[in-house]
């Protein structure tokens, strides 16, 4: 069994905080008392809060990204690719829930290198997608409508999933990744 680091530990610690209450309300001495540690202790192992943030933000974007990568060399149709691509967001929603919230809601507190480096890693992320539904459009695997629209329909209801899922209860991942699927491609008609 893999024991976890100190610093793994704070950040995962953080990222509960930052979900229960946003990233700007939580002080270096909020996760100090949630770990029972002083909050000089904290300094050990990271240099503060806004690395914490860039951890939990870019991990996961960086998680996005490489799930990106793999759909797209895949020799398979657009559509099989849009629902892989699907079936990547529950799969990180559900593994990750927590930094996923960071990523959502916290990302605009990202400093410098690592703002840059998410909202590059998010713009190709994006920019793949909306390719990927004009292709399928092209080729008449999914219905002619706007490419914005199916890429706001579908991205807005995955980044907010994490959000329902906890209030439903746990649902079943093959029938939370079939349904979502069906619904997304398919419409419900």
Do not use: C
């Not at 904290?42 to 690395?51: A, D, V």
């Not at 490489?66 to 797209?72: A, D, K």
């Not at 559509?79 to 529950?90: D, G, M, Q, S, T």
């Not at 909306?130 to 409508?145: C, T, Y």
């Amino acid at each position: 069994m893999k024991t976890i680091s100190r610093k793994d530990e704070i950040v995962k610690v953080a990222a509960t905080l930052f979900r229960k209450r946003g990233y700007s309300a939580i002080t270096m001495r909020d996760i100090a008392s949630e770990m029972d540690i002083k909050a000089a202790s904290l300094y050990n192992h990271i240099s503060g809060k806004q690395e914490i943030l860039a951890d939990i933000i870019l991990e996961v974007a960086q998680e996005f990204t490489t799930g990106m990568n793999q759909v797209i060399s895949q020799q398979s149709s657009t559509l099989k690719k849009l629902e892989n691509l699907i079936e990547l967001h529950i799969d990180i929603t559900l593994n990750h829930s927590e930094a996923l919230a960071s990523l959502n809601n916290d990302w605009m507190h990202l400093e410098g290198d690592n703002l840059n480096a998410f909202i590059n890693m998010r713009d190709e992320y994006e920019d793949n997608f909306r390719e990927l539904i004009k292709i399928g459009i092209e080729v008449n695997e999914i219905r002619s409508a706007h490419p914005e629209v199916i890429l706001f329909s579908i991205l807005s209801t995955l980044r907010t999933l994490h959000l329902w899922y906890e209030k439903r209860g746990k649902l079943d991942v093959n029938v939370l990744k079939k349904d979502m699927v069906s619904v997304l491609l398919k419409g419900i008609m």
